[in-house]
């Protein structure tokens, strides 16, 4: 049985990289962090948790900032929010508010002291995460599985195979200069074993359209490879580099996952993402509809 959450290798922790500056998003991540932007009635961080737990996991580590304290003061509770909502008999409310996060999942903050990177925030869970293979999820990649989140498509196929698991989807060849873009050899089927990895390369350089986005199932062993990985692409100490040294010594695959991603870390994917969960309700897909007539 390899369903998330039954077999021994099961993921119990996800790590969740939000200490990013946002950016595209200035000025309002001058003081709202990004993972915090609204999708209809729920911050973007909330749609990535809720993946994380239907993928198994019970330990969510958020690498965080000193501006990022938003995120914590979401998951904690609001006595006199609940009090209030208590006195008002506004039982929905309530339960809306308490109901956050499963009861058997827990929440850990680590700081990153410095924008170094995606692989240095990843390596800041390192004392949380321990010897067990973990999960990776960028927030602001809001994903719609099919038949299960992609994390638990993801978490799957690791147990069955084995293996290290990247998310990844296909993009306009005059994209890939935003992403890191995996070798598979060719490969056409849903999960295939990548050949190498290369960070942001230009269309002409790059081994495939096949990019790797924000869901990643690792190995602790990525770790000591993090340890050893110098800046890369933009200064940064790449987790596209210490995958691609991964790739060297273990199995690591590509997973087509189904389903459909929002890449709500810019305007026009957070739009598309808004009009997408809108459609979804009868009343506002209406508004949504005369807006657009
Ligand atoms: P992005 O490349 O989207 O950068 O980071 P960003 O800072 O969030 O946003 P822009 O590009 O300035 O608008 C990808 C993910 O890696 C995290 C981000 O929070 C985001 O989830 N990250 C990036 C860190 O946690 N630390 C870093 O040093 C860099």
Known sequence: MNAAGTHANRVRKVVFPVAGLGTRFLPATKVVAKEMLP???RPLIQYAVDEAVDAG?????FVTNRYKHAIADYFDSAYELEETLERAGKHELLSLIQGLLPPHVRCVYVTQEQALGLGHAVLCAKPVIGDEPFGVIL???LIVGE???????MVDLAAVEDAGVLAVEEVPRED???YGIVDVGGAHDSAAAIRHVVEKPQPEHAP?????????VLPARIFELLEGTRPGAGGEIQLTDAIDALIAESKV???RFAGTRFD?????GLVRATLHFAMQDPALAKVAREFMA
């Open 208 to 216: 495939s359209n096949l990019a790797i986005v924000g869901r990643y």
């Open 57 to 61: 996991a019970d330990t969510l580590v």
């Open 253 to 255: 695959l590509a997973c």
């Open 139 to 141: 927030p602001d990649d």
């Open 264 to 268: 709500c870390g810019n305007k026009s």
């Open 176 to 178: 890939t200069g935003k």
């Open 147 to 153: 038949g299960g989140s992609a994390l638990r498509q």
């Open 39 to 41: 999708v209809l009635d």
